[in-house]
């Protein structure tokens, strides 16, 4: 009795219900919202979220600025033309990295996490990308971001409506994007 | 009876389990693996995780090359000295974007899920960047990849071996990289 697998045991009666993979398959890019307010409860969630991504050499070079006062808000709308719809939102928050050694790739990593969380809660988003480079400004200038830093996006948050539900999520078909050893021998036929 | 709410009492009996948020938060980076193969159905998953990631204007810029031939895996390891890990792994995905308009952030995402997935179930990785240009050509040249492609990572896979349990996460605190409306003020004092 002393040796049984108890390990293995607890694992093969493991329920899997909600899980990553089924998170993942479900998230839809969302771009209009609920209203109502994000709780702060869960808004850590997200942060936390966000934190505990990997990061090339461990830098961990994130800064995430949290925005939920209406007129900011309403100012991150104007300034962002790719993003009107951020004016609309109950929250945003603001993807900065510092000195990172693969900015973009760290900055991936942590707000992928980040929508995979919020998603399970209830919340969508879509990436703002802030490339025209006089919004940018403005925004860091608005925000106070530090003119070293690398501001790489603004994720507007809120409640899903319902038409988001079955919405599905259209990908080119895996046969043409993966490979079996080499580039060019398809690994899956489907 | 008709207008019984039945979406609303579905969701309140949901039962959420090992779900995402504590899957992103015991996930660590792992660079030695069991030997024991991993099944293609497990790589088929990570293989759709990866490519239900959003990418920028939805280009879905990714090709993943799976390799798990041991003459293969033992060459990478030999080529890219920072992952010299690789020749031990049972398996590696390389991430190759092509034509992506942000190719970083795109890969970053797609790789994060992809990792999630996997560490679902059972799996560990380690990010092996190929900044080195020699070693990056001639991994391309390994793999078969069209030069105008770019290789952004090699992800090793493998089952994960005890000591990987209660490794933890050790991050910055909350407070030095959460903001509360500007750049400066504190979100969280944690």
Known sequence: MATLPLVAIARSEEVKPVEVYECIRSRVTVRSFKPDPVPEAVVRRVLRAGRWAPSSRNRQPWHFIVVSDPQMLKRLGEIA????????????????????????????????????????????????????????????????????????????????????????????????????????DPYIDE
Chains 1, 2 share one sequence.
């Not at 033309?81 to 990295?97: K, Q």
């Not at 790739?105 to 707000?111: E, P, Q, T, V, Y």
């Not at 038409?163 to 993966?178: A, K």
Request: hydrophobic share 40%.
């Open 81 to 184: 033309t790719s993003g009107r719809f951020i004016a609309d939102a109950p929250l945003a928050i603001a993807i900065v990295v510092d000195d990172a050694d693969r900015p973009e790739l760290d900055a991936g990593r942590a707000l992928q996490q980040m929508e995979l969380v919020a998603w399970d809660e209830g919340l969508g988003t879509c990436f703002v990308g802030l490339r025209v480079e006089e919004q940018n400004r403005q925004i860091k200038e608005l925000l106070g971001i530090p003119e070293q830093m690398e501001l790489v996006t603004l994720l507007p948050f809120g409640y899903r409506t319902d038409d988001t539900e079955g919405r599905g999520n259209r990908r080119r078909p895996l046969r043409e994007i993966t490979h079996r050893e080499r580039f060019g």
